[in-house]
């Protein structure tokens, strides 16, 4: 099994989405690459703590390999846009793709030079390898799931 960490704006659409991919066998969604411990949902709203909304992908890469599933991530983001997808804005709203396997470099970024050949203005998505992620309050896990009609700024269908 092979894991990524994913940041495009809210995490519950995200999470969604991905879980519905075949070849994906868990996610889970929580704050990445920020200053401090453990953060709240709360904190991480105040913009202080530096962590993004991420989404944990846990998949068997003899059904899906990591390119297509970045893919598919690619095409639910907007990856020109700072700090935000849709209607929220802040910097735990920033687009990125965070890895552990350094090998996996050089695919995200294949895919990476890819997407610029799609867009006129500059690609912002952060590309680094996972320095910390702390799972989110139980509330937030599996939220479109629990709340199917909650709010969610990406198209869940492909």
């Given at each position: ?12 659409g ?41 989404t944990?992908?846990k ?15 690619w ?37 990476l ?46």
């Amino acid at each position: 099994m092979k894991e990524i960490y994913l940041a495009g704006g809210c995490f519950w659409g995200v999470e969604e989405y991905m879980s519905r991919i075949d070849g994906v066998v868990e996610t889970k969604v929580g704050y990445a690459n920020g200053v401090s411990e453990n953060p709240s949902y709360e904190e991480v709203c105040t913009g202080t703590t530096g962590h993004a909304e991420t989404t944990y992908v846990k998949f068997d890469e003899s059904v899906i390999s990591l390119e297509s599933l970045l893919n598919k991530f690619w095409r639910i983001i907007d990856p020109t846009l700072l700090n935000r997808q849709g209607p929220d804005i802040g910097n735990q709203y920033r687009t990125g793709i965070y890895y552990i396997d350094p090998e996996d470099l050089e695919i995200i970024n294949k895919t990476l030079e890819e997407q610029k050949q799609k867009y006129n203005k500059p690609i912002v998505t952060e590309i680094m390898a996972l320095k910390s992620f702390y799972d989110a309050e139980e509330y937030h896990q599996k939220y479109l799931k629990k709340n199917p009609g909650g709010y969610c700024h990406i198209k869940l269908e492909d």
